[in-house]
């Protein structure tokens, strides 16, 4: 890994923290009834995922059931031909190493090759339990029997390895892991990572060409907004044509660590506690909200896999990341639309946050992957109204 000059090196930081466990007008009928797959949770019962799984059933989820079924009446069943590239710690899915275990809710057919830009070989393994847990938001087994649920349980994921055991890397590393996500057919890229607010973008001026690249070859970027909970969006979220996110409790407000300012595009489900933002009557400011769960390498040396649960932007951009890969697949917008489209879909139909329209605390709002993939224009989902 080559170190950058201006302590770029080791400022990379993933857009996730470890828990333990831790528009525009139109008719938008529902396409399809919602779709419960029997995945049993951790409460060993016919979906007993959807006790953990807030994120995709809540109040303030994405509403997985609705895209479920819309995704099965469109015949492409989870984003189905879909190519996904999460550029991350790696990814620990069955099959890949012979000598090291895979997650048993991981399909080895959801993956493509990948390729490791750390080491330097065609086995990115996860070494730390982040990357896998982002692809299992996406792309997580489902209606199996067993573990949790995958938005886009379909599509296929590229692992590429970009980040070290500890979760750091650099501008170089992440610029040719990007360039290979693109030239080997990634339609959507997921980049759970951000560097720090003091990186600007005279000191990622490849990584930068390379976000460019992407978007002409008709690839959409995703990425979290980082977690210092300051007012202004970091790079690579910040950087051309990316789409930024922000995280979001479980009660429908911004996460306290999350990033937001001028450049967030949308939000969406990252778990724990709410900001304090006096005048929005959904926060909660001091409650310990709940984390997003999926099933990842856990315990003393990584030895295993159960479910965890994580906080962050890392958790909230694969949710938009999968639902940019349902909105391809159902072809609501056309048989291969290109980022732009696919970003103003996400945001036109995004469920309203804060105040009426956009707004730089939640963007155009949570996103919402069943509007986002039923027929007809998008038209927003109305708000709903806080518990009391």
Request: some cysteine; aromatic content about 6%.
């Amino acid at each position: 890994m080559r170190h950058l000059p201006n302590l770029l090196a080791a400022l990379l930081l993933l857009a996730g923290v470890a828990a333990v466990l831790n528009g525009l007008p139109g008719v938008n009928a529902r396409a399809a009834a919602p779709y419960m797959p029997d995945d049993t949770g951790t409460a060993g019962v016919r979906a007993g995922w959807a006790q953990l799984q807030w994120n995709f059933v809540g109040p303030y989820g994405v509403d997985a059931p609705h895209a479920w079924g819309n995704l099965i009446a469109a015949g492409a069943a989870g984003g189905a031909s879909v190519v996904v590239a999460v550029l991350d710690t790696g990814v620990a899915y069955p099959g890949q190493d012979p000598s090291r275990p895979g997650s048993p809710d991981l399909s080895q057919s959801r993956f493509v090759a990948g390729y490791d830009f750390v080491d330097g070989d065609t086995i990115p393994y996860d070494q730390n339990g982040h990357g896998t847990h982002v692809a299992s938001t996406i792309a997580e087994q489902t209606d199996n029997a067993y573990g949790l649920t995958g938005l886009a349980y379909g599509v296929a994921i590229m692992p590429v390895r970009v980040l070290d055991r500890n979760g750091a890397g650099d501008a170089d590393t992440i610029e040719r892991g990007l360039r290979f996500a693109v030239d080997h057919g990634a339609k959507v890229i997921n980049l759970s990572l951000n560097f720090n607010e003091s990186v600007d973008a005279g000191q990622i001026r490849g990584l930068l060409d390379a976000l460019d690249y992407a978007h002409r070859r008709g690839s959409l970027v995703v990425a979290g907004a980082g977690n210092a909970g300051e007012g202004s969006v970091t790079y690579p979220a910040l950087g051309p044509h990316v789409l930024a996110v922000g995280a979001t409790t479980d009660d429908g407000c911004l996460a306290s660590y999350s990033n937001h300012g001028s450049g967030l595009d949308l939000v969406a489900p990252g778990g724990g506690g709410d900001a304090n933002l006096p005048n929005d009557p959904t926060c909660r400011p001091g409650r310990d909200g709940q984390p997003i769960y999926q099933i990842t390498l856990s315990g003393p040396y990584l030895s295993r896999f159960e479910v965890s649960g994580y906080l962050g932007t890392s958790m909230a951009a694969p949710h938009v990341s999968a639902s940019a890969a349902l909105v391809v697949a159902s072809t609501v917008i056309g048989p291969d639309p290109s980022p732009e489209e696919i970003e103003t879909r996400l945001e036109q139909s995004a469920r309203d946050l804060g105040r009426p329209g956009y707004d730089a605390l939640y963007g155009w709002g949570l996103v919402d992957a069943a509007t986002a993939t039923s027929p007809g224009p998008a038209r927003r989902p109305r708000p709903i109204a806080p518990a009391q």
